[in-house]
């Protein structure tokens, strides 16, 4: 795999970056794990199935559409339930319930304790932007727009690929490269000339499966190893760790269109 050393020549030709929200912008991955622990250790536990673990959150939810995310957990324990409709109240025992009830969780706790970006991430930023390039958000979460809100950063970015989006355009979620896809062609850039941000085993593999410029993997608990494993190129602890390499001159009006795409209508 290529080092953050030698990745400037790949940084060279990227005139997009399509960051993944929580767990690379923000530190709400810790929310959500929080908030799906809530949801599955007594759940699991009156099933009689194995105890939920933080390494069922990485194998099995981490980056996923929740319902998927539900689907998958379950699936691990060798556990079913009704499917449900996504109306379902969180007290349901359905597979939208489920999902719902984790929501419900994880908005209280930003409700109580908000959110703050991670500083290096928002270095990273400032600097992409100052060099030119384009920016997205690509999340799986219904929330992004919330979590943006919350922590200040919901004008840095005029396309954002949801949770809520996905569900509305029928777009597979990840791990399949679809949400990143549509970001790119939101921004007008080619895939080729984008970089995926991500934190998420989905998410890199997501990346890896489609036609991105470059993969970039941030390691928030996941493991080097793993993210290197699943397609990323390049693997840092903190995102600021790539701005020396970023190319000093902005791109060119020719190479770079303008970002005229409006903002993506939100649930």
């Known amino acids: 795999m290529t080092s953050p050393s030698e990745s400037t020549q790949g940084l060279r030709g990227i005139r997009a970056y399509l960051f993944d929200l929580d767990g690379v912008l923000t530190p709400t991955a810790t929310v959500h794990m929080h908030a799906w622990a809530r949801l599955f250790a007594p759940f699991l536990e009156q099933h009689g199935a194995a105890p939920y673990t933080e390494a069922d959150y990485f194998s099995y939810i981490d980056g996923k559409p929740r319902y998927d995310g539900v689907r998958s957990l379950l699936e691990s ?27 419900e969780a994880f908005n209280q706790t930003l409700a109580d304790e908000g959110v703050a970006a991670y500083p290096a991430s928002v270095a990273f930023l400032d600097a992409v932007q100052a060099s030119g390039c384009l920016v997205a958000v690509v999340s799986s979460s219904k929330n992004a727009p919330s979590v943006l809100a919350a922590a200040g950063l919901a004008d840095r970015f ?27 062609e939101l921004l007008g ?79």
């Open 77 to 103: 324990r060798g556990i079913r339930v009704p499917e449900g409709e996504v109306t379902d109240p969180p007290e349901a025992d359905t597979v939208h319930g489920l999902g719902n009830r984790k929501n």
């Open 158 to 184: 005029e396309v954002v690929v949801d949770g809520a989006v996905a569900a509305r355009d029928g777009i597979p979620g990840k791990p399949a490269p679809d949400t990143f896809e549509r970001a790119a």
């Open 189 to 267: 850039v080619p895939t080729g000339a984008c970089a995926v941000v991500e934190d998420a085993e989905s998410g890199v593999t997501a990346g890896a499966t489609g036609e991105f410029g470059i993969v970039i993997g941030v390691d928030r608990g996941v493991g080097r190893a793993a993210l290197e494993e699943l397609g990323a190129d390049i693997v840092v602890d903190e995102l600021d760790e790539l701005i020396p390499l970023l190319p000093a001159a902005a791109p060119t009006t020719a190479d770079a269109p303008a970002n005229a795409t409006p903002r993506e209508d939100r649930e």
